[in-house]
């Protein structure tokens, strides 16, 4: 069955900087889009970054361009979230999923503060 498993989250200073990651399995990685959500308490849940199945495309929220960059690896099958110069704002639950689909990973916090 398709297993995603995010890991990397947790507190960081504003300004600093975590890297996420997505460990997939169960399915055929390489052939599939995949995406980087968030979703921030009493708010909705938001597209942060996706990446092509190849990996040559990616797109990202306003929000976070310029600071995030989304990458994947389809031979380790991982995909990865660097995220950079990080603010009070990015604070929220950070989610992978295969792009399009119900499938999704229970999710890692990740809380900016001070």
């Known amino acids: 069955q398709v297993q995603l498993v995010e890991s990397g989250g947790g507190l960081v200073q504003p300004g600093g900087s975590l890297r996420l990651s997505c460990a997939a399995s169960?399915?055929?990685?390489?052939?599939?889009?995949m995406s980087w959500y968030r979703r921030a308490p009493g708010k909705e849940r938001e597209l942060v970054a996706a990446i092509a199945s190849a990996g040559g495309v990616t797109n990202y929220a306003d929000s976070v361009k310029g600071r995030f960059t989304i990458s994947r690896d389809n031979v380790k099958n991982t995909m990865y979230l660097q995220m950079n110069s990080l603010k009070p704002e990015d604070t929220a639950v950070y989610y992978c999923g295969v792009t399009g689909t119900h499938y999704w990973g229970q999710g890692t916090q990740v809380t900016v503060s001070t």
């Open positions: 169960g399915f055929t990685f390489s052939s599939y889009a």
